[in-house]
């Protein structure tokens, strides 16, 4: 999830998912990475973590799970050259999007920034880092008609390590 600049301690994160029902809980720097074993269906467990998000702080955030599998495969599926992996990023989405919104969204300018669609994942290289884009990710996103959680590839590689 995208914590973004709502206050989410990542010990009630743990604590909240936990009374969800997840075990093996864990949480990975203060930005949402939350690890966990989860019993049942991880939609279902997203969604409720949401609701519980919400009705505790007031606050909505869509939360997308990933396998340590899906995790590696998104790694492994990323097409560009890694010239700095803080640089490079996969955007994990709900859904894949359509072939027509994923057309639609060529249109979205993207200076020396790129882009491409894999399955449910976006995957993007920025030309000079995530903190000076020039391919605007909402805007990319709108037009792809999906939410998504970015994380660079140095922290998809941890988590992966992480779920062991």
């Known amino acids: 999830m995208n914590v973004g600049p709502a206050q989410l301690p990542m010990g009630e994160l743990r604590a909240i998912?936990?009374?969800l029902g997840a075990t093996s809980v864990s949480t990975y720097v203060a930005s949402g990475n939350?690890?966990?074993?989860?019993?049942?269906?991880?939609?279902?467990f997203d969604r409720a973590l949401e609701k519980a998000l919400e009705e505790r702080y007031g606050w909505f955030?869509?939360?997308?799970s990933r396998t340590p599998q899906e995790l590696a495969q998104a790694l492994a599926a990323h097409p560009f050259d890694v010239l700095e992996p803080k640089y490079s990023y996969v955007s994990f989405m709900p859904a894949a999007p359509s072939?027509?919104?994923v057309e639609a969204a060529r249109g979205v300018p993207t200076g020396d920034d790129c882009w491409q669609v894999i399955g449910r994942d976006l995957h993007v290289r920025y030309?000079?880092?995530?903190?000076?884009?020039?391919?605007?990710?909402?805007?990319?996103?709108?037009?792809l008609g999906q939410v998504a959680t970015a994380?660079?590839?140095?922290?998809?590689?941890?988590?992966?390590?992480?779920?062991g």
């Open 17 to 19: 998912a936990t009374d």
């Open 34 to 44: 939350l690890l966990a074993v989860i019993k049942g269906n991880p939609d279902a």
């Open 61 to 64: 955030r869509d939360v997308l």
């Open 151 to 163: 994380r660079n590839l140095n922290t998809v590689r941890k988590l992966i390590e992480l779920c």
């Open 99 to 101: 072939a027509a919104a």
């Open 127 to 143: 030309a000079d880092g995530a903190g000076r884009p020039q391919l605007k990710d909402q805007v990319l996103l709108k037009h």
